[in-house]
């Protein structure tokens, strides 16, 4: 497909377990952004790619938190020993560049932890 | 920390009415963006505005960004019940590359 795409749609973890979202962005976008949407808010800034370099990380709220784009394509969101509060719907973004390009989002992964 | 403030948090119209949400910010930003996010999907952009001062129409949206480029506001002429979702405003920094958004005003047209 054109657009970004992520997967799963909704993965619901037991507490404490580890989880891994897929964010597929647009070809040849350098840019990618991961954001975090608690029910009824805005998406919160997580993190963020240009091509394999991790730019800014400072959104994460711990160090359970940890993204990778190993080959400046595909990124993986890991979060270790989940918590009830990481429950969300978690969003990736991809830009041409960081340069005023507009973001495409994707339909996030609802993330649900018992 | 930049922050942004989207009024009214809800708003319930009948289709034909026209109205006005807000998005106000204690920063400047090099450009800000209006989306659309319905039930289950991704934001949705709208418009960007990059000028202090402008204003851009999108057929019956008219989006204005403010002179000191801190505040801007989004009207709908004639909502439609095709027009129900959420609003979200996003302020983005040139050189930090990330969003920051507001809360969104969730709008609701009813037929």
């Known amino acids: 497909g054109a657009g970004v795409s992520q997967s799963p749609r909704y993965k619901v973890a037991k507490r404490g377990q580890d989880v891994a979202l897929r964010c597929d962005p647009i070809s040849g976008h350098v840019s990618l952004f991961w954001y975090q949407q608690a029910l009824g808010q805005g998406p919160e800034f997580l993190t963020y790619?240009?091509?394999?370099?991790?730019?800014?990380k400072s959104g994460l709220p711990s160090d359970r938190f940890f993204a990778e784009r190993p080959e400046g394509s595909v990124s993986t969101l890991k979060i270790q020993r989940t918590q009830q509060e990481d429950s969300a719907v978690y969003l990736c973004?991809?830009?041409?560049?960081?340069?005023?390009?507009?973001?495409?989002f994707g339909d996030g992964t609802r993330l649900s932890i018992l | 920390t930049q922050l942004l403030e989207q009024s009214p948090q809800f708003l319930s119209i009948q289709e034909g009415e026209n109205l006005t949400v807000y998005c106000n910010s204690s920063?400047?930003?090099?450009?800000l963006q209006w989306y659309r996010q319905e039930p289950g999907e991704g934001p949705v952009l709208l418009v960007t505005v990059v000028t202090g001062g402008e204003v851009k129409k999108l057929k019956r949206l008219t989006f204005q960004f403010g002179d000191a480029r801190k505040d801007s506001s989004l009207h709908i002429t004639a909502a439609q019940p095709g027009d129900t979702g959420l609003y979200l405003c996003?302020?983005?920094?040139?050189?930090?590359?990330?969003?920051?958004f507001g809360d969104g005003t969730t709008l609701t047209v009813k037929p």
């Open positions: 996003a302020g983005t920094d040139t050189n930090a590359g990330k969003s920051t």
């Open positions: 790619f240009q091509n394999e370099a991790q730019l800014d």
């Open positions: 920063s400047v930003f090099s450009s």
């Open positions: 973004a991809s830009s041409l560049d960081s340069s005023n390009q507009p973001q495409h």
